[in-house]
């Protein structure tokens, strides 16, 4: 059996942790990090098959020492003035990362051509396949998948350019590591689930405290109850284009508030995996949603969108504060910015790769919302009714291609006597409807006031 001094960083062994169940198990674990506390060693370690969110410092008493596996040398390679050179890699150190790739069980429709709709009570309904290598649930309303990629059927390559970008080359140690052990944002702590590019010197912090208004961090409470007499923000800078009961969304513009800006994408990071931080949020535009009381408009969540996007996207990062999570608030977010595509007379969609809550959120948005439109067609003189990709597509907002592969997770898209057929089964709607029944939070258009800007006129910035 292996000495606790003998375990350096790319081990791998069992770990003690409790699941969800709170019931003890011993899954796989890399080690990325030794440290010595008073001669007592800790270890951060990342759980092999899990999100990095639960990445954690751990002692020597939770490892499995006997079952270790220590980090294989690689053949030497040459390095860059000629000389050989090697590094040790932790075993199996190339992550495969699993591609969902939609495979139809029926061809994919024309964007144009009509589809007809079998109702739920339509005589003519038939059981429709699978489509294969897909898990699904019974009311198929899209939250089963824990994949990190959200191409959804749709593979895309990064952009490297925005506030808070996908960059997956981008994985050394320090980046793999939280580097924030708490923060206090208002009546809230959080605790971050990755790393975020604060000042180096507040990492050592046991808290870090921010002004909830205007994000800007401070070291202390006193420093923050100090700023706090000065700061006279109660809400976030910017307009308020929407407010309906006690939920507000305000328009900031990454160049007018450089600095509320680039704290958001700070705090936002500390709950966004595989992004890094550019301090360049000129080109974005942030709509942050908040919750209204005597004290203020308190930050629930928000999402950030380039003014100027030639991929359609109309969310560049989307994130709701942990405080804030399964309360329906995602769907919010992500139903806004469609209301406001809508407005501008445009199709959009999320900048991918999304994360793993936002790709469920995604998924269950296009799905509710595209069979509210489904189930709401009327049959005219006895014929089953139809509708193309493209009127779903502009009534919704939502693009084409997310349309398509929406219908194609749900599996409705059948071909039948040379004509496509969208077949809502029993199973399908009823799980729709008791969703819908759920989801208590909606937009009302009426409440919105926005009126777009015309980005390409780069004066304006």
């Not at 605790?191 to 070291?219: A, D, I, N």
């Not at 969208?422 to 759920?438: F, P």
């Amino acid at each position: 059996m292996a000495e606790v001094g003998e375990i350096i960083e790319g081990c791998r062994l069992p770990v003690l942790r409790r699941n969800q169940d709170n019931e003890d198990e011993w899954p796989l674990a890399e080690i990325l990090s030794v440290k010595d506390i008073s001669g007592r060693k800790l270890f951060y370690v990342h759980y092999i098959d899990f999100n990095k969110r639960l990445d954690e410092w751990v002692t020597h008493e939770r490892l499995d020492l006997k079952k270790i596996q220590f980090p294989k040398k690689e053949a030497k390679t040459p390095t860059k003035n000629g000389l050989p050179g090697s590094r040790p890699g932790s075993p199996e150190r190339e992550v495969k990362r699993k591609v969902d790739v939609v495979s139809p069980a029926t061809p994919v429709p024309s964007e144009t051509a009509p589809a007809s709709v079998f109702p739920q009570n339509g005589s003519a309904r038939r059981a429709v396949a699978a489509q294969p290598g897909r898990k699904r649930k019974s009311n198929c309303l899209g939250t089963d998948e824990d994949s990190q990629d959200s191409s959804d059927g749709i593979p895309s390559a990064p952009r490297m350019t925005g506030s808070l970008v996908s960059d997956r080359s981008h994985d050394d140690i320090v980046t793999r590591m939280k580097n924030i052990e708490c923060i206090e944002l208002g009546r809230h702590r959080l605790k971050p689930w990755y790393f975020s590019p604060y000042p180096q010197e507040l990492t050592t912090l046991p808290v870090l405290y921010l002004c909830e208004f205007c994000l800007k961090y401070g070291r202390s409470l006193k420093c923050l109850q100090r700023h706090l007499t000065k700061c006279d923000l109660r809400h976030p800078p910017g307009n308020e284009i929407y407010r309906k009961g006690t939920i507000s969304f305000f328009e900031i513009d990454g160049r007018k508030n450089k600095s509320y800006s680039q704290n958001l994408c700070l705090l936002a990071k500390c709950f966004l995996d595989h992004k890094t931080l550019y301090y360049d949020t000129d080109p974005f535009l942030f709509y942050v949603m908040t919750e209204y009381d005597s004290k203020g408009f308190h930050i629930v969540g928000y999402f950030s969108k380039e003014k100027e996007s030639t991929e359609d996207y109309n969310v560049a990062c989307i994130l709701t504060l942990p405080p804030y999570q399964r309360r329906g608030y995602g769907k919010l977010l992500i139903e806004f910015s469609y209301e406001l595509s809508k407005v501008e007379g445009k199709t959009g969609t999320p900048e991918k790769p999304l994360s793993d809550l936002g790709l469920l959120s995604y998924r269950s948005y296009w799905s509710q919302t595209i069979l509210e439109i489904l189930m709401g067609l009327k049959s005219e003189s006895g014929e089953r009714p139809q509708i193309t990709i493209n009127e779903i597509s502009e009534i919704t907002s939502i693009k084409k291609e997310d349309v398509i592969s929406t219908l194609q997770y749900l599996n409705l898209i059948n071909y039948y006597k040379g004509q496509y057929i969208l077949t809502l089964s029993e199973d399908i709607v009823d799980g729709h409807e008791r969703a819908m029944l759920k989801r208590l939070l909606r937009i009302d258009s009426k409440c919105l006031h926005f009126t777009p800007k015309d980005w390409s006129k780069r004066g304006k910035w």
